[in-house]
């Protein structure tokens, strides 16, 4: 994949293509109109480190064009969830975080969402984190599933005509 510094301006507008939501803070991120650091940026998806770090590393991965949360997601969102985490697995290992027993990948289900934008919580190590966070971010909760929970729903699912 493909690195920009945040000066850069992604290949793919989603503000010119009509896929940006005026009122969502990730698409403002992304967009560059908040002046948060993006760590990756590329054509399709972005990162940034999350405003209230629940681990000693705590990132976030987000499609560049509006996605809803990922209740909304259909079979064919699979490639783009693989792609998120293959980039959270990227922005880990270059930050010296090899263990990957230690990381936990996931997203919050609605109706727990603070953004409806779709976002991969990237937290490791796992093991750091304090009560609170490890209940926010718990396994096997009404609120929180992991990538590969997602993607497995999302196989499942029945193809759509």
Same mark, same amino acid.
């Given at each position: 994949?493909? %690195?920009?510094?945040?000066?850069?301006?992604?290949?793919? =507008?989603?503000?010119?293509?009509?896929?940006?939501?005026?009122?969502?803070?990730?698409?403002?991120?992304?967009?560059?109109?908040?002046? /948060?650091?993006? $760590?990756?940026?590329?054509? %399709?998806?972005?990162? !940034?480190?999350?405003?209230?770090?629940?681990?000693? &590393?705590?990132?976030?991965?987000?499609?560049?064009? &509006?996605?809803?949360?990922?209740?909304?997601?259909?079979?064919? &969102?699979?490639?783009?969830?693989?792609?998120?985490?293959?980039?959270?697995?990227?922005? $880990?290992?270059? =930050? =010296?975080? /090899?263990? $990957?027993?230690?990381?936990? !990948?996931?997203?919050?289900?609605?109706?727990?969402?603070?953004?409806?934008? $779709?976002?991969? &919580?990237?937290?490791?190590?796992?093991?750091?984190?304090?009560?609170?966070?490890?209940?926010?971010?718990?396994?096997?909760?009404?609120?929180?599933? /992991?990538?590969?929970?997602?993607? %497995?729903?999302? =196989?499942?699912? %029945?193809?759509?005509?």
């Amino acid at each position: 994949m493909a %690195e920009s510094s945040q000066n850069d301006i992604p290949k793919s =507008n989603p503000a010119a293509s009509g896929e940006y939501d005026k009122k969502c803070i990730f698409c403002k991120i992304v967009n560059k109109e908040m002046g /948060t650091e993006l $760590l990756h940026c590329d054509e %399709e998806i972005s990162c !940034f480190k999350d405003i209230r770090p629940a681990a000693p &590393h705590h990132y976030l991965v987000v499609p560049n064009k &509006h996605v809803g949360n990922c209740k909304s997601l259909t079979k064919e &969102h699979v490639p783009l969830v693989k792609q998120m985490v293959e980039l959270g697995k990227d922005m $880990l290992e270059k =930050n =010296n975080i /090899t263990n $990957l027993s230690d990381v936990r !990948f996931g997203f919050h289900w609605p109706p727990f969402c603070s953004v409806t934008h $779709l976002h991969l &919580h990237v937290l490791a190590p796992v093991s750091q984190m304090g009560y609170m966070s490890r209940l926010i971010y718990k396994l096997n909760s009404y609120w929180f599933i /992991t990538a590969d929970q997602l993607i %497995e729903m999302l =196989n499942s699912k %029945e193809e759509t005509n």
